[in-house]
């Protein structure tokens, strides 16, 4: 035996040691990435054959009102207009929405947003259908409008659906909050503000339809839940669901709109037209209209009410969240449920009573979106336990360390925190890395106009579905006559990666490394239906679908291998996609002979794989129960640098831990990490989606402003802490949403521990630091 032979061997050998977690842990590279390094991904608009037609939507010009007429002719008769498509043009039921059943896909007779479609223009160029769509007049009758969601929800207020303005109403009933106040030494109120926030992928939304020649058509487009589309369509075009296949393209960013109701609107649009007119139609919203149309991050008005002792013992919280979901209620239903399960956040409060409502106003609507509820809860809950902190005169870390759920506590739901709550490891992690004590004492010795300050905020977000829907995934692998494994999900791709940690799960268990697997499209002609791709669940949920899927296979390919290599199944092992025995390592037989012989042998080399979650019980009169079978935990500290003559203020240093159960690809952890913190940093620092009087004034990327690499921190330390959870994969917890949540309430901590300033509403902007502190100089000392 060589040299080379032996430490191969002993390669092998070492590998198998570690069992199912074989590729567990490893930083193997996506199975997308060369794809994407080498710009090769095809996009629907890549897709777009000649001789295909253009639909363009246009949409109200007014916040409410109702249609009196529209002027179709001069658009009617532009060169190269094959027509123009209104709701009379809808064989099924005129409708585009995900839960509630309150929003058209064109109106009909009465809008209630500037963001409401009215019809679409097909045309043979794209230019010819925008121009055409220009030329069109609609008259409107006006009708009075509301845009505050306090107004909205005022007695006298005008109604803008027929059950009223409140879309979804929430409590949580825990204790004995006026007895826990009564018994407070302290008990402080304020309103916390939060803006609307737009996702501002790089792709917008598109769809494009091809007709089949038995009245069905198939759509190809930019997606995050492809069943959910193909029902969508399939409603308004009054078809069978066997007669609209959806396949989702590679989409080119997401986070949140894409699961929600404009992707419905283009590829129901498209879909409409391919089948009038008998050919292929591409539809497609731009910037602006992507913009005006999809769902915004919910603004809310979250009010606490807290009660605690003097040594810093929280006692009671009343808490009151109002969110403006605009015209349509959307996903917002459900984001209103995670709002209202996390508004005393990662805290122990023995009382608690929290009621929240969804409410329409006549602004564009809002949904989903990245941390669906997390980022207000939170920014609300972290922003008042630092204001009490400083009323008490503790340090904001001591009273979090006194209050936060540890194991033994209980949530506000009443859940039993277990052993697999890592909070407490994480923010140790990032009291580490900051150097928190010995900067925040220096800093609290600061003098001069420009000064330094350290915010903290901590997590609890409940993982995947929860509450808000049936929790399963479903997933397809076929081992082909080569060896290729080929892996199909309708969960879908979007940039995050979760889907190859899905195959990371899967190859472990079959002991096959990721580079021999293929990834298939999402289409609903072939896959399953697995619930929408959202909340993080892909390799929670998925990826236990996965793992039975890989198990099902790994069974017999062991059968076929021990007979190969005549040994018992204790001592076989497959590792790399050899398989060996383990007592004399060189005998050994390649994944490919061991392929070609279960062929030979007749044996199923395809397997599905189907997971449902267990329920996750609660009490909507009371909120209690257990709406989370597990959660992700984290920690942040930002560091601030503000110049308090004039509000300037940067993002010095971020340092952030987060449990993520068991990391399945550290690396793409570490990606959501950095860039979920960066898109946290421009929700708390600029980006708002500004509407006035209904009208969205800032539909660009213009003057819609995301952060940049240069607001990047100069130091920025991300930390995973691994304490496995009871329900994904080999202990794995859901990552991708939780880092936008955190540093919001931390840098709004920060400036607050620099300059005194309590910027209560989102973004924290230099004005409003600047405003601040000039009427702190006002205010009278007392």
């Not at 903290?456 to 080569?482: F, T």
């Not at 202990?731 to 919001?744: F, R």
Request: with cysteine; aromatic share 6%.
């Amino acid at each position: 035996m060589t040299e080379q032979v032996s430490e191969f061997l002993e390669s092998i050998e070492e590998k198998a040691e570690k069992g199912r977690l074989l590729y567990i842990g490893e930083n193997v590279a996506r199975v997308d990435s060369l794809e994407k390094v080498l710009g090769k991904p095809v996009y629907t608009a890549d897709l777009v054959p000649r001789g295909t037609a253009y639909a363009k939507l246009f949409h109200s010009s007014i916040p409410h009102g109702v249609i009196r007429g529209m002027e179709l002719a001069a658009a009617k008769a532009h060169p190269g207009v094959l027509g123009v498509l209104t709701w009379r043009d809808i064989p099924g039921v005129n409708e585009s929405s995900c839960i509630l059943p309150d929003r058209q896909l064109f109106a009909k007779s009465e809008v209630r947003s500037t963001g409401d479609i009215i019809g679409a223009v097909v045309a043979e160029t794209w230019p010819a259908a925008a121009d055409a769509a220009a030329s069109i007049k609609v008259e409107y009758e006006s009708l009075p409008a509301v845009f505050d969601p306090l107004e909205a929800l005022k007695p006298d207020a005008i109604k803008l659906h027929p059950n009223g303005n409140v879309a979804k109403q929430m409590r949580i009933r825990k204790g004995d909050v006026e007895k826990g106040f009564s018994q407070s030494d302290l008990v402080l109120e304020k309103t916390y503000r939060t803006q609307f926030q737009d996702a501002a992928p790089l792709e917008p939304e598109m769809g494009m339809a091809i007709p089949s020649g038995d009245g069905g058509v198939t759509v190809i487009g930019s997606m995050q839940s492809p069943h959910h589309t193909q029902a969508a369509v399939a409603k308004v075009l009054n078809l069978p669901l066997g007669k609209v296949r959806v396949i989702q393209a590679v989409t080119g960013g997401a986070f949140g709109p894409k699961s929600d109701e404009t992707p419905f609107d283009v590829c129901s649009t498209a879909s409409l037209a391919a089948v009038k007119y008998g050919k292929p139609v591409f539809c497609s919203l731009d910037r602006e209209d992507s913009m005006i149309m999809h769902t915004k991050r919910h603004p809310f008005i979250i009010r606490h009410k807290t009660g605690v002792t003097s040594d810093g013992l929280l006692l009671a919280d009343e808490a009151r969240l109002v969110s403006d979901t605009g015209a349509y209620a959307s996903l917002g239903v459900l984001v209103i449920m995670r709002a209202t399960f996390h508004c005393t956040g990662a805290y122990e409060v023995p009382s608690v009573k929290a009621d929240s409502y969804l409410v329409y106003t006549d602004n564009t609507y809002a949904g989903s979106l990245r941390g669906f509820g997390g980022p207000q809860a939170i920014f609300a809950i972290e922003s008042q336990i630092e204001e009490l902190a400083h009323k008490l005169g503790i340090d904001p870390l001591e009273f979090r360390l006194k209050n936060m759920l540890v194991p033994g506590k209980r949530n506000a739901t009443g859940a039993l925190m277990d052993d697999s709550c890592g909070l407490p490891q994480c923010l140790e992690k990032v009291v580490a890395s900051s150097n928190y004590w010995e900067k925040n004492s220096r800093y609290k010795a600061q003098t001069g106009t420009v000064r330094r300050g350290l915010g903290i905020s901590l997590l609890m977000h409940g993982n995947s579905l929860g509450p808000e829907g049936n929790d399963y995934g479903a997933v397809h692998i076929e081992i082909e006559k080569d060896g290729t494994i080929s892996f199909g999900t309708g969960l879908t791709e979007y940039g995050t990666g979760a889907v190859s940690g899905m195959m990371q799960v899967a190859s472990s268990v079959l002991g096959v490394p990721l580079s021999r697997f293929k990834m298939e499209r999402p289409d609903t002609s072939k896959h399953r239906e697995s619930g929408p791709t959202v909340a993080s669940r892909v390799v929670v949920i998925g990826g236990n679908a996965a793992l039975l899927a890989a198990g099902k296979l790994r069974s017999r390919l062991d059968a076929v291998a021990a007979e190969m290599l005549k040994v018992s199944g204790a001592s076989l092992a497959i590792v790399d996609g050899i398989a060996f025995d383990r007592r004399n390592p060189s005998t050994s037989v390649s994944w490919e002979a061991l392929v070609a012989e279960s062929y030979r042998r007749g044996i199923k080399m395809d397997e599905d794989g189907f997971y449902m979650a267990p329920p996750a019980p609660w009490d909507p009169e009371t909120g209690q129960g257990t709406p989370y079978l597990q959660y992700t935990w984290g920690a942040l500290v930002a560091e601030v640098e503000v110049d308090t003559e004039t509000g300037w203020y940067r993002v010095l240093g971020v340092h952030t831990a987060y449990d993520v159960g068991r990391a399945v690809n550290p690396g793409g952890v570490l990606g959501q990490i950095y860039g979920g913190t960066v898109q946290g940093i421009g929700y708390a620092t600029m980006e708002e989606l500004v509407q006035k009087e209904g009208f969205v004034i800032n539909p660009n990327l213009g003057d819609y402003y995301i952060p940049t690499s240069m607001d990047i921190p100069p130091e920025f330390k991300a930390y995973i802490v691994e304490v496995p959870g009871p329900l994904g994969p080999f202990g794995a917890k859901i990552i991708a949403e939780p880092p936008i949540v955190l540093p919001a309430p931390a840098i709004r901590n920060a400036v607050l521990n620099a300059t005194g300033v309590s910027v209560d509403d989102l973004p924290v902007t230099s004005e409003k630091v600047l405003m601040g502190a000039k009427q702190k100089q006002t205010q009278p000392s007392l």
